[in-house]
């Protein structure tokens, strides 16, 4: 049997040796630290069988696939079973693997609360301390079915029963404690790979997201390879909780989630919406400027319409129920694809007109589950900032570099300065010629590499209809948010009967490129609030200057020095309070506005202003006219 490793290079080995064995061939460190094996790109447990000639690769430990295969041994194998033995009545729903960590799901007669975390956290300490040999077996539908109903495990049985797979089912078991567990797997072969955890926190989950179905409590966990690690990611939690956006939204008054008009709808307050209207400008001029034309589309089509999309076949579970009317049915647009198709259908197209760059700030409605909502990151309206370019093959290199290039500049001018850019390539399943395939993804690749773009590379991970690039953005505590993507598609041009006219006079399907590069306002806005801690730089700050007053005295002269900014273009307010002039900073500092003002009698008799940053440095005495200097470069720069 030929094994093919990463590197080219092959190994002989026996029909039926495991990932194991083919470890320890390679060599005794290897072994080691080996964890898990990938089979032709699919993920196996280390002491599973290789039974033909392919390509495999051994997953170590201090891998990023070894630490997910950690955290979910941690979740299925550690948590579920000190679960069990604290709360022996508990039943076991699911427990996979989250981004930087783990959960488990269960239904327990007894509430698990926080205060039960530490005493879970010791139990899983003494399992894990055993080094215990994790062994897989496995069993038919029917087998499977039998084994849960003896323990009384209810939502393993559903599992079971719901599934396509009428074989195969993989039943893991820990050597010393015998616990059992259903799970697609792979786990760790032993607890002795089992890095520093922590549990976070308690909360409450429906059955499969769906809120008619009963709330499990739900116990979240991370694990990391070392200490520092965790003690790292525990302190940007820590800080991450400081920076929550539902909170600092409130605080400053910027949006609401009004659960009398339903979960996942934003209502944005006066300074919230000075935000985003100063985002969504910024947006426009920097498309105008760009060569997109922007386009304005209807909330709702007729059903039809999204059955010729193909959104009713893969989206429909994301898509709000049809609405009735003089006897037809009509959605509410889950995206803004098919609108712009039918814009540019409504001519005869020549390949002249190529690209054609429409741009839109589209309002657009999915249903998401109410355990799934989230503030403004997860909602169930939210305006998405899209882009469709319609152009030819020989077309897609260059508007890639275009691309790029507008959105590094757009998420540099928020201060994000740090990206992790991926490009998703053909997958097993896909529309469109293998040929056509290669060259958009090739002129993907190339325009990376001209902008010297550093990227990781996911095989198999596009969308049926296109390879795709994403660019992941990390914010001031070093989290990674997914905002910009830029999909090329060869399904709607089809679906849609689209072309143009080439200049040998034959129809041809344009390529279809999807963009968005903020993600969504919503979304995107919930970010920058938790990137700035909600102190906005000048540029976006719904307040910018507050000007105060010292007493009553000082009243006419701090009027019409708020007039004079807002003359210059800047959003001042004024606090003419009878309160002392400390309390007034302090309240105003709460607010995160950038600037103060602050008026005495000198400052009158001298026609001066005194100012001080939200930060507490005193800039001490200037005009009015060279404290508009300094704000007119500081909102130029956008620093």
């Known amino acids: ?380 309206g939210f305006t998405q900032d899209d882009s469709h370019i319609f152009c030819s093959e020989d077309q897609i290199e260059d508007e890639i570099k275009q691309i790029l290039d507008l959105a590094i500049k757009m998420l540099n001018a928020f201060n994000f300065e740090e990206f992790e850019i991926h490009l998703a390539t053909r997958p097993e399943k896909y529309v469109g010629s293998e040929e056509i395939w290669d060259k958009a993804t090739d002129a993907l690749v190339s325009a990376l590499e001209s902008k010297s773009l550093d990227y990781k590379t996911d095989l198999g991970g596009g969308a049926f209809y296109g390879p795709k690039i994403d660019i992941k953005i990390k914010d001031a505590i070093g989290r990674l948010w997914q905002c910009s993507t830029v999909q090329l598609d060869f399904n709607l041009p089809d679906r849609f009967d689209m072309n143009y006219i080439g200049n040998d006079g034959k129809k041809y399907h344009p390529i279809m490129i999807h963009r968005a590069l903020l993600g969504s306002i919503e979304r995107f806005f919930g970010i920058l609030v938790e990137h700035y801690a909600g102190k906005f730089p000048l540029w976006l700050a719904p307040t910018q200057i507050c000007v105060m007053s010292i007493n009553q005295k000082q009243d006419d002269y701090a009027q019409g020095v708020k007039e004079e900014m807002k003359k210059n273009g800047f959003r001042a307010e004024i606090d003419l309070r009878n309160e002392k002039i400390g309390s007034k900073i302090r309240d105003h500092t709460l607010k995160r506005v950038p600037y103060f003002i602050i008026l005495g009698n000198k400052e009158v008799e001298l026609d001066q202003i005194s100012v001080r940053t939200q930060k507490g440095d005193d800039l001490g005495a200037m005009s009015v006219d060279q404290f508009i200097k300094k704000l007119t470069k500081e909102t130029t720069s956008k620093k």
């Not at 549990?199 to 989950?205: N, S, Y």
Request: glycine fraction near 6%; proline fraction near 4%; charge should be negative.
């Open 1 to 380: 049997m030929n094994i093919t490793l990463p590197d080219g290079s092959k190994q002989k080995l026996p029909k039926g040796s495991t990932g194991l064995e083919l470890a320890q061939k390679i060599g005794p460190g290897l072994a080691k630290s080996a964890v898990a094996i990938n089979i032709d790109g699919i993920q196996k447990d280390l002491n599973d069988r290789i039974e033909h000639d392919c390509s495999v690769s051994i997953i170590t430990i201090d891998s990023d696939e070894g630490l997910e295969i950690m955290r979910h041994t941690l979740a299925a194998q550690v948590l579920a079973a000190a679960i069990k033995n604290l709360f022996p009545n508990s039943k076991l729903a699911i427990g996979p693997t989250i981004d930087n960590g783990f959960y488990y799901d269960v239904l327990s007669n007894k509430t698990i609360s926080s205060e039960d975390l530490s005493a879970i956290e010791v139990e899983m300490q003494r399992l894990i301390a055993s080094k215990s040999l994790i062994n897989k077996s496995m069993h038919s539908k029917k087998e499977a079915v039998n084994f849960f109903e003896k323990k009384k495990e209810d939502y393993k049985i559903k599992i079971i029963n719901e599934s396509e797979q009428d074989k195969d089912f993989q039943i893991y078991t820990n050597n010393d404690t015998q616990f059992i567990d259903l799970c697609v797997g792979p786990h760790l072969p032993n607890l002795g790979f089992v890095g520093p955890f922590k549990l976070t926190k308690v909360a409450g989950a429906y059955w499969k997201g769906d809120s008619s179905n009963e709330m499990l409590t739900r116990i979240y966990g991370t694990a990391w390879r070392t200490k520092k690690e965790l003690e790292d990611y525990l302190t940007q939690i820590e800080e991450a909780e400081k920076r929550d956006h539902r909170k600092i939204g409130k605080d400053l008054d910027l949006f609401s989630i009004q659960e009398d008009a339903g979960g996942g709808l934003v209502f944005w307050h006066p300074k919230g919406a000075k935000v985003r209207s100063i985002i969504e400008s910024y947006w426009k001029k920097e498309h105008e400027d760009a060569n997109y034309e922007l386009l304005y589309t209807p909330h709702i089509a007729l059903n039809t319409l999204w059955e010729t999309s193909g959104h009713t076949d893969f989206y429909e579970e994301s898509m709000y129920k049809p609405i009735e009317d003089e006897n037809q049915l009509y959605r509410l647009k889950p995206m803004n694809c098919p609108f712009h198709v039918l814009i540019y259908k409504n001519t005869i197209r020549s390949y002249r007109e190529l690209p054609i760059r429409w741009a839109e700030l589209g309002t657009v409605y999915r249903h998401e589950m109410t355990g799934a909502l989230h503030g403004l990151m997860r909602v169930r």
